[in-house]
């Protein structure tokens, strides 16, 4: 029981994010329970010294297990390419706002830019550094998480961030947001399916899940990285399926099985050794027979050549890797991030834009009518209903410009139950980044961090990253954040 003199202490220091930011008119996406807007501080301070910030507002009197567990994640995991929870704020209306970096770019939008260009008949692909520098990245930030016992689960191009220009920020930095279905792998008392099985979007599920398993593992983060990794070198989504395809209310679906083995190719056992244990094995072996579908001739060769990419390319026998078939033979971050790939010229650069202009357009501010439905998706989403979108036409070049809607399934009918708004914490962390030599080395530091006005202390660990830009390290934390999915 809080005592009546510390609560009145506490009203007395609460901040109002009115008073702090304009951000009226910018709402600039939505996130898995709110909207998103770009917000400026009325004032410059030491406090809040970045020009751009993004205040994501949590819908309701309270929040779900979803938004506790984000905040919960990001107050405690720290990296430079993590999404930065600055700080939390609760209004005397019990409304929750979150304070994130603002990033100006997504890879949703990045890729979206060159597949226009690759239909116009003037095909401009993703840089190959650009690639590369973007890849490692997200294997840095992912190999941290896993490193902490962490799964993101819900990895996919609308939710890999990417800073852009703006004086005080980290350019180029790729940063990983949406920590919503991140969840705690490290010895559950039960099955993460059954545990809450919300998973990634359908387009960059893994096998196993589509399979119904229901111990999974961090390779399923792994699976996703792959198809990003082919979609940034292709412009397309590697395992696109069409959406009135998806209709699914289980984990196992067939449609979407159907287009990874017309890509990759009916796993072999010698392949997939627990192939035929899965637990909607036999409804496969049913549909297949069912709709006489047979996969002649389909290999990852085949289908990255189509995109010249060569099959005895560095970037093809690492893309090969990502995307195995079998999780228990799947390579880990940690691994990949070793691979030849990245030890070649161009090498992996802190600014994925190094060398050139930023050609990307900025975020624009979204109508009210477009948030009301995009939070109207996200309400049907969350209380296990599969969300449509109806300006999404049947034609494939108009679905690839259609971010895939969140096909995210709670396998075992459950609901996230809304908790209570609790009282706001200060999350405020400065990311110091160590240097040594051209790169960034493995730190133990100590971490103040405020907890109703008390300080705690928390170790954490900066895993190794990239070479440098020549300028060297901007100080200030950068901006970063959002698209429709934050």
């Not at 951000?23 to 030491?46: C, E, I, L, M």
């Not at 395992?239 to 979407?256: G, L, R």
């Amino acid at each position: 029981m809080i005592d009546y003199a510390f609560k009145q202490e506490l009203a007395r220091s609460r901040e109002n994010v009115d008073d702090l930011f304009y951000y009226d008119g910018h709402k600039v996406g939505r996130g898995t329970y709110g909207h998103v807007f770009k917000a400026q501080p009325k004032v410059p301070s030491a406090k809040y010294p970045a020009k751009e910030y993004a205040l994501k507002l949590i819908e309701g009197q309270g929040f779900s297990m979803s938004a506790c567990r984000e905040i919960a994640l990001l107050r405690e995991l720290k990296h430079p390419n993590l999404i930065c929870l600055q700080r939390v704020f609760l209004t005397n209306e019990k409304k929750v706002w979150l304070l994130l970096d603002y990033a100006e770019h997504d890879l949703w939008h990045i890729i979206k830019y060159h597949r226009g260009a690759k239909a116009k008949k003037m095909p401009v692909m993703v840089p190959k550094g650009m690639v590369k520098s973007i890849l490692y990245q997200i294997l840095d930030g992912i190999h941290y998480l896993h490193s902490n016992w962490v799964l993101h689960r819900d990895l996919k191009p609308a939710n890999i961030l990417v800073m852009g220009d703006a004086p005080g920020v980290h350019r180029g930095r790729v940063k990983i947001a949406d920590m919503g279905f991140a969840r705690i792998f490290y010895n559950p008392l039960k099955p993460l399916a059954e545990l809450d099985p919300v998973v990634v979007t359908f387009w960059y599920r893994a096998p196993e899940l589509l399979l119904g398993a229901k111990h999974y593992t961090k390779a399923i983060d792994v699976w996703a990285i792959g198809c990003i990794f082919a979609e940034l070198l292709t412009a397309e989504p590697v395992f696109f399926c069409k959406e009135e395809d998806i209709k699914a209310q289980s984990p196992y679906h067939y449609d979407q099985l159907k287009r990874i083995f017309t890509v990759m190719g009916y796993p072999q056992e010698s392949e997939w050794t627990d192939f035929k244990k899965m637990p909607d094995y036999h409804k496969l072996q049913t549909d297949i027979k069912s709709s006489q579908t047979a996969f002649p001739n389909c290999s990852m060769t085949r289908y990255m050549e189509k995109h010249k990419i060569e099959s005895d390319s560095p970037q093809f026998k690492l893309l090969v890797k990502l995307l195995t078939m079998d999780p228990n033979k799947r390579i880990s971050c940690k691994d990949a991030m070793e691979e030849p790939y990245f030890k070649m010229d161009p090498k992996p650069t802190e600014d994925v834009f190094y060398k050139f202009e930023i050609p990307y357009p900025k975020r624009e501010s979204l109508p009210d009518a477009d948030i009301k439905k995009s939070l109207a998706m996200n309400i049907v989403d969350d209380q296990n209903q599969q969300a449509t979108n109806p300006q999404v036409n049947q034609a494939m070049n108009q679905q690839l410009d259609s971010e895939p809607v969140n096909k995210r399934l709670r396998m075992g009918g459950q609901q996230s139950q809304p908790m209570p708004a609790s009282m706001p914490v200060s999350a405020q962390q400065p990311m110091n980044m160590m240097q040594g030599g051209q790169q960034f080395q493995h730190q133990n530091m100590g971490k103040a961090r405020m907890m109703h006005g008390q300080p705690m202390m928390m170790r954490q660990q900066m895993p190794p990253s990239f070479q440098q830009h020549p300028q060297g390290m901007i100080q200030q934390p950068g901006g970063k954040i959002l698209s429709s999915y934050y």
